[in-house]
């Protein structure tokens, strides 16, 4: 048994028929490079959308923000709508501040001081503070981006590790000019994710949390609290966001 091997400069037809193979295997090459790069650069996800481009993955690492935006918060018999502004503050040791400021057309305004697990409400119509110590500010703080942010990435480890068993799931949906991040809850009470207990109850029925960034900003414009009718519970429009 041998192999023959291809004599070039003596059969030129075969010659001819190498440099051609030859051209297209670097042409092929070449194009499979162009668009690896291109997805690459361009973060281009085809398919399922299963992961954070470099974009969106800097908002859910992101250690300090502040905003200007309008939050709709509806109770049982009331409607209440606010202008809202926030400081949000995450350092190295993963200890947060807050620093958010509501107030109405009436100039009624309130601050809520959120700091070392301590809270300080105060507002321009009473004289008086109102101070709350051993405060944990991820189980209650539901109108801040930060907690949806928190809990996001908490139940996407958890999923990835298979612990919660569709009690949890995350869904990302694209749109033209979009992306939803939803975190939707199918039973409360759960207890891989107790640090956030004060939120996932019945009494409050939060059903599930979605943030909306534009693509073309890579900014948060809205952040949504449901309840268990599917409404709308607390409702923030971003007027301005920076990092």
């Known amino acids: 048994m041998y ?3 291809l004599n070039i400069n003596k059969d030129k037809s075969k010659r001819l028929w190498f440099i051609m193979l030859t051209a297209l295997t670097i042409a092929s090459l070449l194009v499979f490079m162009t668009v690896y790069l291109l997805l690459s650069k361009e973060n281009i996800n085809l398919g399922e959308f299963n992961s954070l481009t470099s974009n969106e993955d800097e908002i859910f690492n992101i250690k300090s923000y502040s905003y200007l935006g ?5 109770g049982n018999k009331t409607t209440n709508k606010y202008h809202i502004e926030e400081k949000y503050e995450k350092n190295d040791l993963g200890d947060e501040s807050f620093n958010i400021k509501t107030y109405n057309d009436l100039n009624n305004e309130i601050t809520y001081e959120i700091r070392n697990n301590s809270l300080k409400v105060k507002s321009n119509a009473q004289i008086n503070e109102f101070n709350l110590n051993n405060y944990v500010i991820k189980k209650t703080n539901l109108i801040s981006i930060a907690t949806f942010i928190s809990l996001y990435n908490d139940v996407e480890e958890l999923i990835k590790n298979e612990i919660l068993d569709n009690k949890v799931k995350i869904e990302v949906e694209e749109l033209s000019d979009k992306i939803l991040y939803k975190v939707i809850f199918n039973e409360y009470n759960i207890e891989k994710l107790n640090e956030y207990s004060d939120i996932l109850n019945d009494s409050i029925g939060i059903t599930k949390l979605e943030l909306i960034i534009s693509k073309k900003e ?7 609290v449901y309840n268990k009718g599917n409404q709308a519970y607390i409702d923030v429009n971003y007027e301005s966001f920076s990092f």
């Not at 309008?70 to 509806?74: A, G, K, Q």
């Not at 890579?218 to 949504?224: D, G, R, S």
């Open 70 to 74: 309008n939050v709709t918060i509806v």
């Open 3 to 5: 192999i023959k091997f």
């Open 218 to 224: 890579k900014i948060p414009i809205e952040y949504i």
